[in-house]
């Protein structure tokens, strides 16, 4: 079975410091890692993805992921964290059922990223 | 706009009533998925399609739910006799194809939608 951990429900930083958010992957086969942001009353915003190839991807708005396929980890990072980045971050794996096609996003539960000033 | 547009933003009805839910997706978006947003909780799957027919609906939760999209663009997601544990919000997304994991899913706003 395929699941995504996030093992916090929040993760308070100052501006200016460097930023974690934790996602830890189960999943049988090669594993398609995906990071969500949402913004209140919004929908989910890409971020980036993990499919193969270099093991610390780069996203949007300077986020970036490491992916550790020892540690089954991808977790997000950001050298310097904003205000503007208060969110609730959603790690995803991608599972393609092969009988139906689908290409189905499982989720973890979701960080809440508070950035103090 | 060019993103998933979902209409209505938010739907209060009455513990038994019958609710339609719209998604716009992207234009040439193929794949459309139907999502469920608890509070607290993360995002989990509903329904897929590929084109008009629903490939998969594994995670339809009871068949108070249905879900359309007779010419491959617009789907409605209907929800029959609502229960106040169907409060949610209903997560809409398109893809241009499915078999492509390269290919990110965009997502709609979502509806709120709370049964009282």
């Known amino acids: 079975a395929q699941s995504v951990a996030q093992p916090e429900d929040q993760v308070n930083v100052a501006e200016g410091n460097p930023l974690t958010v934790k996602c830890t992957y189960s999943v049988s086969g090669n594993p398609y890692l995906f990071w969500y942001v949402q913004y209140p009353n919004r929908g989910l915003q890409f971020l980036l993805k993990y499919i193969t190839g270099d093991n610390l991807v780069k996203g949007s708005y300077g986020f970036e992921a490491e992916f550790n396929k020892s540690q089954t980890s991808f977790h997000l990072k950001k050298p310097s964290a904003l205000v503007s980045d208060s969110a609730l971050y959603f790690c995803?794996?991608?599972?393609?059922?092969?009988?139906?096609?689908?290409?189905?996003?499982?989720f973890g539960t979701g960080t809440r990223l508070t950035v103090i000033p | 706009g060019a993103g998933v547009s979902q209409t209505p933003s938010n739907k209060v009805t009455e513990k038994g009533k019958y609710v339609e839910l719209r998604c716009d997706p992207i234009?040439?978006?193929?794949?459309l998925y139907w999502y469920r947003q608890s509070l607290g909780q993360g995002p989990e799957f509903l329904i897929y399609?590929?084109?008009?027919?629903?490939?998969?609906d594994s995670g339809l939760p009871n068949d108070r739910f249905f879900a359309v999209r007779p010419e491959g663009s617009v789907s409605t997601l209907k929800i029959q006799r609502t229960e106040r544990g169907d409060s949610a919000v209903y997560l809409c997304a398109s893809s241009l194809r499915s078999r492509g994991a390269n290919s990110p899913l965009h997502f709609g706003n979502g509806t709120r939608l709370t049964v009282t």
């Open positions: 234009s040439g978006h193929t794949a």
């Open positions: 995803a794996v991608r599972v393609l059922r092969v009988s139906t096609g689908a290409n189905n996003l499982f």
């Open positions: 399609f590929q084109g008009t027919g629903a490939a998969d």
